[in-house]
Nanobody
Framework: QVQLVESGGGLVQAGGSLGLSCAASGRSFSRYAMGWFRQAPGKEREFVAA????????YLADSVKGRFTISRDNAKNTVYLQMNSLKPEDTAVYYCAAALGGSVYDSRMYDYWGQGTQVTVSS
């Protein structure tokens, strides 16, 4: 069992930066691939970024490449999403999730989800 709690969301102007954190409870955190997804009003949840358990493999959606960075600290049971050069279209609720296997791009492969944190980018 893994419980996830996101933090770090907020309101920022376009071009600004925010850092999100996802703290996990559970002894098996390091076994899970961790992902970030987001959902804007009226839209489906979409993949943002993911990182394998070792941290050696990282994946980013095309829309955030060059702007967002994902990292993890297994000793702290925490995964991070650093978001730079934010755009109004990045506005969404951001969720972190944990998966034991499968495609990191597919939300159906994730076993546990956080409650989400709101990110709002003003123009």
């Amino acid at each position: 069992q893994v419980q996830l709690v996101e933090s770090g969301g907020g309101l920022v102007q376009a071009g600004g930066s925010l850092g999100l954190s996802c703290a996990a409870s559970g002894r098996s955190f390091s076994r899970y691939a961790m992902g970030w997804f987001r959902q804007a009003p009226g839209k489906e949840r979409e993949f943002v970024a993911a990182i394998r358990w070792s941290g050696g493999s990282r994946y980013l959606a095309d829309s955030v490449k060059g702007r967002f960075t994902i990292s993890r600290d297994n000793a702290k049971n925490t995964v991070y999403l650093q978001m730079n050069s934010l755009k109004p279209e990045d506005t969404a609720v951001y969720y972190c999730a944990a998966a034991l296997g499968g495609s990191v791009y597919d939300s159906r492969m994730y076993d546990y989800w956080g409650q989400g944190t709101q990110v709002t980018v003003s123009s």
